[in-house]
């Protein structure tokens, strides 16, 4: 425990407002504890939201934009999935060289670098059964498996998920930045072995007590992003936009009617002790949360989607030129539908009119 205090304490030391600690050519890298002091200053900023577990810095980039909502963008939750870090830096360069977003966004390339170094230095089984960087070491549990009680917000005093084990130190950082950050709509990136269910999914948003809030828009974001990436060239099966267009993973519990219970899946990957069983980021965003007797900590559901892209591997894995293309090409289209349908004023959380200069 002590042990843990000090390396939290010692990264609060690093993250001082105004601190910088290098020069890029994107200009200075600045690491804060006031996230409003980025948001504040309207521009640009890369920063970094504290440091691995093995000491590597969790960056992240701040894109203001021109209404009052926010969003954010995580990718390398799972670190054997390297496409998803490809689609993150495909989408902040767009953001770096076009117009600004409807919405402000955050977005966090890699939350997990540690583990997605270790897939990176094995390319070759990058999508193989052998899952290298997904899972931090062997008795580790799933890292999209361990967020906290559905409507219930994050206790960093004991820094427990809902089953009560302990969170691991980057999702701690993620929870905290979404605590501060508070936004209304958040991106997950990741990748699926099985193509045929490459495309875009929505978790169904609830109130606190898990009943329905109605799954019509976030059904229609998820499938209109999944229509751009397909016409830019991605491979999103699993949307079935040919027959009867779905934004519903397959694994999951059908939508209800709202005010109806909704039922969650809350047992991911079948992995010895249930390390892939626990709450999702999907199931714990869109559930709100009104339990909490400091009011600041309450928010309303957020639209959480799952962008799942078919293979884990990023364009320069391929030796094949076609498969490096074909690969480059779906980078490039789930980041289009990201910047120009996920971060543009569509079913948007608050009226469109609520503008800032």
């Known amino acids: 425990m002590h042990s843990r205090l000090l390396f939290f304490l010692l990264s609060l030391l690093m993250f001082e407002p105004g601190y910088t600690s290098e020069k890029t050519d994107a200009g200075p890298l600045v690491v804060m504890t006031d996230i409003n002091r980025v948001i504040t200053a309207g521009t640009a900023a890369r920063m970094r939201i504290g440091l691995s577990r093995e000491g590597r810095p969790v960056e992240a980039w701040y894109f203001p934009g021109t209404s009052r909502e926010r969003a954010l963008v995580i990718g390398g939750v799972h670190g054997s999935e390297l496409s998803s870090t490809e689609v993150a830096d495909a989408l902040i360069r767009q953001l770096r060289e076009q117009e600004k977003p409807y919405y402000s966004v955050i977005v966090i390339p890699c939350l997990f670098p540690d583990n997605a170094a270790r897939a990176g230095m094995q390319p070759q089984q990058l999508g193989s059964v052998k899952n290298i960087g997904r899972y931090t070491h062997a008795a580790a549990t799933d890292p999209n498996r361990q967020m906290p009680t559905p409507g219930h917000a994050f206790d960093a005093a004991t820094g427990l998920d809902h089953i009560g ?36 999914y929505a978790d169904p948003r609830t109130d606190h007590l898990g009943l329905a809030l109605g799954y019509a828009s976030d059904s229609s974001l998820a499938v209109d992003m999944a229509r751009h990436a397909q016409l830019a060239g991605a491979n999103v099966k699993g949307n079935k936009l040919e027959a009867r267009p779905t934004a519903l993973y397959y694994k999951d519990p059908a939508p209800v009617l709202p005010g109806q219970w909704q039922a969650r899946n809350m047992t991911g990957s079948a992995l010895r002790g249930g390390r892939g069983s626990g709450v999702s980021l999907g199931t714990w965003g869109t559930t709100a949360i009104a339990w909490e007797s400091d009011s600041t900590r309450n928010r309303d559901a957020m639209r959480v989607l799952t962008i799942e892209f078919p293979g884990a591997r990023r364009p320069d894995d391929y030796t094949n030129a076609s498969d490096m293309a074909l690969c480059n090409q779906q980078v490039l289209a789930f980041a289009g539908a990201l910047y120009h349908i996920f971060l543009g004023p569509y079913y948007t959380e608050k009226p469109p009119f609520e503008l800032v200069s």
């Open 165 to 200: 084990r302990s969170i691991e130190w980057e999702n701690q950082l993620l929870l905290d930045l979404i605590s501060r950050f508070r936004p209304s709509r958040i991106a997950s990136l990741h990748a699926i072995r099985n193509t045929g269910y490459g495309g875009i």
